[in-house]
Each structure stands twice: as C-alpha cells, then as structure tokens.
C-alpha cells in the first residue's frame, strides 16, 4: 500500500509530447464583455428606476390641478450576492515527486495549464447561468435504465463531472458523468462517483428533464440570468426583477416576440422584423443579437445563398471588415439589410440555446461582484487547505467568485422566444 498520487504514469516515461489536453475555447462572451463592477462589498444593492414620469399634456387649456400625472420611482434591490466556488485537489506525493519539497510557491506551480484551464471552466459555467441557465442542458429523449440520456448540449458535459438531474415531477438527483459519446451526443452516469451506471427511467423528456450545477437546482442559488430576465413569465422567464413585479412597470418589460415561425430559411428576416418591433416599443439601442452557433449557421447560410427559392440573391450581406473569426469560441459579424441599410451585429456564442435570440443593450446590464473570480486565501496567507487521511496528505485550492447580475434597465433590451425548426 502507498500513499495517493495521480501523476504517476506521466513519471520516468520518455515524453516526446508535452501534456495533451482538450482544447479549452473561451466560452464566455456575456462575462468578458459585460460590464462590470468589482466593489461590492456585501449588503443590499438599491436598484432605483423611474416606473412613469409627467405625462399630463392638455390642447386647449390646462390640466386640471387634481389630475396632474406625477412622476414615480421605484426602489428594487439585490439583497445579496449569490456564490459559485470552485475546487481543485492536489496530492501531497504528487508534489513530492515532482518538486521533493513542499512550499506555496512550488504548489502554486504544479501544473500550471491545470489551474488556468479550471478558471476558464468555471468562467463558462457562469457565463452559462449569466446568460440562459439555471439548467444548462436538458434531455432530448427519455433516460435509460443503463444511465444513458440523450442531452441537447454535449459540449457542456465532462468526464467525472457532478451534476444534478431534476424534472417537474421527480426529486433532484446528484449524478456523475462516466462516459461521453459525442458523436451520438449522450452521457451515461453513474449515481455514485466511479460507480456503475443508473437507472434514471424516472426521469422523462415529457416532464422536462433537465441538468444542473451542483447546487444549481436550488432557487436561492440561482444567479439572474438575461433568459429569466428578458421573458415574461408566460415565456418562461421570471415573474418580478430586482423583487418587483414585471406586470406593474413597463420598465422592467423586454420586448418579447413569438419566434415560433422562424425557420432556417426564413431566419434573418425574422430577426430583422423582430429588431423592428424592439426598436418601435424599447427604448434603448439594442443592436447586438446573441444567439447559439445552430442559429448564426443558419442566418449565414441565408446571407450566402439567399432565402429558398430566391434564385441565390439575398437581401442581406455582411458588412465590410466587420467579420471576427473566433478563436474566442464566438463570432460576430455585422449584417447589413438592403435597402434599409439596418445594421445589426450578429454574434453566435458557446452558451446560448437555441430556442432564443436576445436584442441586447450592453448599458442595460452590470455584473456586480466583489473582486470577481478570487483564489481562497487563510489569514495566514496560504492558499490553500491541507487534509490528511491514511492515503496521505492533499491540498485543496479553491476559488469563488461573489456577485450578481443586474439587469437594470431590460426594456432597452428584447428577445425572441420559442424557436424550434
């Protein structure tokens, strides 16, 4: 018996290649560009807004001094911040072999790639609850006995990865991913780590069967997403904002519009009419169009070669030198209408769903935290947590980020809801 390492078979071998690993795009376009402010220390945040303004006008004479329509503010709040912790462990052995020594500076350097590739995980896992969590993947035909489930986002899926299987009639459960197909875009899991496979029957396409975050099926630690924000709750989205009611004040209504007819043919011209409607009804400049890749490849194919049935002539095309290739793991590319000479930047990213397409004003939405993503630091400055058990010593480093979005002005904002060719 020995003590536990993890790096074992990377040792006293010939490595001609240096550590292979799956490329990590960054997927989170919403958290890199939205802005931010990194200075909240806690307690509640008022998030004050104008709900209607003097609007008593009268041709002909006065308005009656009774019947003067008076300003009013409303005085919303985030109460508090919501969490998201990440962990990584580290074998004491490991280090041992790697260093002899043990110290901060040397154990902060152990795989370095290790440690940058986790913190651009769990950027996109927020990315992803910042832009259409909770969930963030859902079953497209129902679960298997042998543990096996066919999901809408294999991308967002990992090997040993917790997560949380919960539809609108059976309980939360805690599951962990034990093999990946992509190819047939299903993970099979297991209800215990490195254990066999479950039986998740109980789970059903029916009752919405859905993929959460640890943690993530818990309303209370649901960070506010822009889906949840900008849809009405007949929608889908949520019913108050900032803990007032959408119905009450026409400021905290995005502009939502029945995306149903959208078809891949007919896409871009639909997000155009829709640009349309937000610009009549919103009041902001809402020209930055997020939706999924399914989406953007779909719009482009139209821009390419036209609508089916147009001979290959499309009225639209892409703005000159405005296309960004993404080695982000997104694209934007401006699209410019004939005729009208509308433009809009169209951007396709990671973690966006399919069934929606925003109209988003970038003054309309602030990230607020308390220093963003931080590494845990003891008040004797380590960095990290030691444990012992009788298969040796780990260290475990872990990182959090305390914050929350807020969407303080969604009517300059729109989206499109219920897209499903």
């Known amino acids: 018996m020995s003590t536990t390492r993890s790096f074992q078979d990377m040792l006293n071998e010939y490595l001609p290649n240096s550590l292979l690993r799956e490329e990590l795009i960054k997927r989170d376009y919403i958290l890199s560009n939205v802005k931010k402010d990194n200075k909240w220390k806690g307690g509640k945040i008022p998030v004050p807004f104008k709900a209607s303004g003097a609007s008593s006008v009268k041709l002909g004479g006065l308005t009656a001094g009774n019947d003067i329509a008076e300003s009013k503010f409303v005085r919303g709040s985030i109460d508090e911040y919501k969490e998201v912790w990440g962990s990584m462990i580290f074998h004491h052995r490991d280090i041992l072999d790697h260093s002899g020594r043990i110290k901060e500076d040397s154990f902060i350097r152990t795989l370095p790639d290790t440690i940058e590739d986790f913190s651009e995980y769990m950027k996109t896992v927020m990315s992803v609850q910042l832009g259409t969590g909770p969930s963030f993947a859902k079953a497209m035909v129902n679960p298997t006995a042998g543990g096996v489930v066919k999901v809408d986002r294999i991308d967002r899926f990992m090997l040993d990865q917790k997560v949380i299987i919960e539809d609108d009639d059976s309980a939360p459960l805690a599951l962990y991913v034990i093999a990946i197909n992509l190819n047939a875009d299903t993970v099979t899991f297991s209800a215990t780590r490195a254990g066999g496979a479950a039986d998740l029957t109980a789970y059903t396409v029916a009752q919405n069967a859905k993929f959460f975050h640890d943690g993530g099926e818990d309303t209370s630690n649901q960070f506010t997403s822009l889906r949840s924000a900008l849809l009405p709750a007949a929608n889908g989205g949520s019913a108050t904002l ?25 896409i871009v011209q639909k997000i155009f009419e829709a640009y349309v409607v937000v610009r009549v009804k919103a009041r902001g400049n809402a020209d930055t169009v997020l939706m999924s890749f399914e989406n953007l490849g779909s719009a482009m194919q139209v821009i390419e070669y036209g609508p089916t049935g147009s001979n290959g002539k499309s009225p639209f095309k892409v703005s000159e030198g405005s296309s960004k290739a993404s080695m982000y793991g997104w694209d934007e590319i401006e699209i410019l209408q004939m005729g009208s000479r509308k433009r809009l930047k169209f951007v396709g990213i990671q973690e966006w769903d399919n069934d929606t397409i925003v109209f988003l004003d970038w003054s309309a939405i602030c990230f607020r935290s308390n220093g963003f993503i931080q590494k845990r630091t003891a008040p004797d400055g380590k960095q990290y947590y030691e444990t012992r058990t009788t298969a040796g010593f780990a260290y475990i480093l872990d990182s959090f980020c305390f914050g929350e979005l807020e969407v303080k002005a969604p009517n300059r904002c729109g989206i499109i809801y219920g897209i499903a060719y």
């Not at 900032?242 to 502009?255: D, E, M, T, W």
């Not at 519009?257 to 959208?262: L, R």
């Open 242 to 266: 900032h803990g007032k009611s959408k119905l009450l004040y026409p400021f905290l209504q995005a502009i939502a519009v029945d995306g149903s007819s959208i078809t891949a043919s007919n």
